[in-house]
């Protein structure tokens, strides 16, 4: 199908597309890589009146690890731009292991890590990703700039408490303060598959292996991502234990609320959930001791 009749504008300065959005009132959509909008629009479940393409604003397509470690992931870095930076190989293992996860390598190409959480698809892998670390997002709009946690940015399945004259600029996760770890898992039907069931694991571990700081986030299991904190407490304080990480898997896949669909029963994406959960943990505990 054709998309509704719309009108585009491409903007040079988030002013401009800020005044464009204030315009559309409510009708109007920021257009980044387009992979998830514009097939919405193909099959006619979104009809923006206008759509503001921001991909001519400069200093929007920034991709950087500060020194001390903080990401600050800029609205147009694309899936790809993160799956091949060396920074981030280097320094963030969950983003590092999500990122060739995404979709396929031509949706990779164009679609954006900020774009995927404004979509806020409860099937979505970097929501996941930014939960765990603890991220939040910039957003700026007509009555100015401001951060929002990402655990606040989300309310439903498709749904943000973004302003509709609001454009997130940057997705922001903080500096760690331990030695970084973690992972990402997910189960997909076949290659390029939203999530059956996901799970992202970050960790911040101290000198004696202990876990400083922890972030669990499920995708796939629920209505939004899944803040799965029962779970991440359950280890912070502590080596990872083969006892430590059973209790945390239990919580974890305690705390999906999956349903059952063409993709697997509700009992089946719990039972994912806790082989993810073990699996990303013991692996996690396993380096910690090859290093020791
Ligand atoms: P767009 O499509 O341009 O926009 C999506 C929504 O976010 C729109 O409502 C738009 O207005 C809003 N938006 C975008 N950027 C901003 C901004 N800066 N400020 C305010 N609002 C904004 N995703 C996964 O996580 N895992 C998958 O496995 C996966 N598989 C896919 C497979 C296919 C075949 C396709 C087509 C998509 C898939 N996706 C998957 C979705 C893909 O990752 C999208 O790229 C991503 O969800 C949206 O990013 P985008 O830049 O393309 O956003």
Known sequence: ????????????SLEEAIALLQEGAGEAKVLAGGQSLVPLMKLRFAAPELLV???????????QVGADGEI??????????????????????????????????VVRVRGTLVGS?????????????????GGRVVAQGSAGRRTIAITDFVTGPFQTVLAPDEVVVEAVLPAPQGQVAGGFLKLERRVGDFATAGTA????????????????????VGSTTIDART??????????????????????????????????????KRHVI???????????????????
């Open 1 to 12: 199908m054709y998309p509704s009749r719309f009108r585009y504008e491409a903007p040079r």
């Open 53 to 63: 393409d921001i991909n001519n604003i400069p200093g929007l397509d920034q991709l």
């Open 72 to 105: 600050r992931v800029g609205a147009l870095v694309r899936h790809r731009d993160v799956e091949r930076s060396p920074d981030i190989a280097r320094s963030q293992p969950t983003m590092a292991a999500a990122a060739p996860l995404i979709a396929d390598p």
């Open 117 to 133: 959480l404004c979509h806020a698809d409860p099937q979505g892998d970097w929501a996941a990703v930014v939960t765990a670390l």
């Open 201 to 220: 694991v970050a960790l911040e571990l101290d000198d004696a292996g202990r876990v400083a700081r922890a972030g669990i986030a499920l995708t796939g």
């Open 231 to 268: 779970a991440a407490d359950a280890v912070v304080g502590q080596p990872l234990t083969p006892e430590v990480i059973g209790r945390a898997a239990d919580l974890a896949a305690e705390a999906a609320q999956p349903s059952t669909d063409h993709r697997g029963s509700a009992a089946y």
């Open 274 to 292: 806790h082989t993810f959960v073990t699996r990303i943990l013991t692996r996690v505990s396993h380096r910690a001791e090859e290093a020791a």
